[in-house]
């Protein structure tokens, strides 16, 4: 498995955790991100970061509670998160993008469709 996500487990309602996923493959890529899938849910978006120069993009539930970061010397991506929430539990998905996105298209890093590169998944639960 080329991206290798681990980090996930159980935490209480406002807890924290941290997710890490390492390209194992060091390939070229314009962007890593976090997806998550609840449930009986559809899996969505849940923060990027564009490799280059680190830009951040968050889905709006996760704003000033998540940050993503990278480590491009270890070929690796983090997603901290603080004031976990029930409705964060989820399967965890890291991925990664050698597309670049057009420069009027801001929203191209939340899609599922852009990133061509899918880890395992690693799961986090949030009891109340």
Known sequence: VQLQASGGGLVQAGGSLRLSCA????????????????????????????????????????????????????????????????????????????RGRALNDEGFYTREASFDLWGQGTQVTVSS
């Open 23 to 98: 390209d194992t493959g060091r390939r070229f890529k314009n962007a890593m991100g976090w997806f998550r899938q609840a449930p009986g849910k559809e899996r969505e978006f849940v923060s990027a970061i564009t490799w280059t120069f680190g830009r951040p993009y968050y889905t709006d539930s996760v704003k000033g509670r998540f940050t993503i970061s990278r480590d491009s010397a270890k070929n690796t991506v983090y997603l901290q998160m603080n004031g976990l929430e029930p409705e964060d539990t989820a399967v965890y998905y890291c991925s990664a993008t050698a």
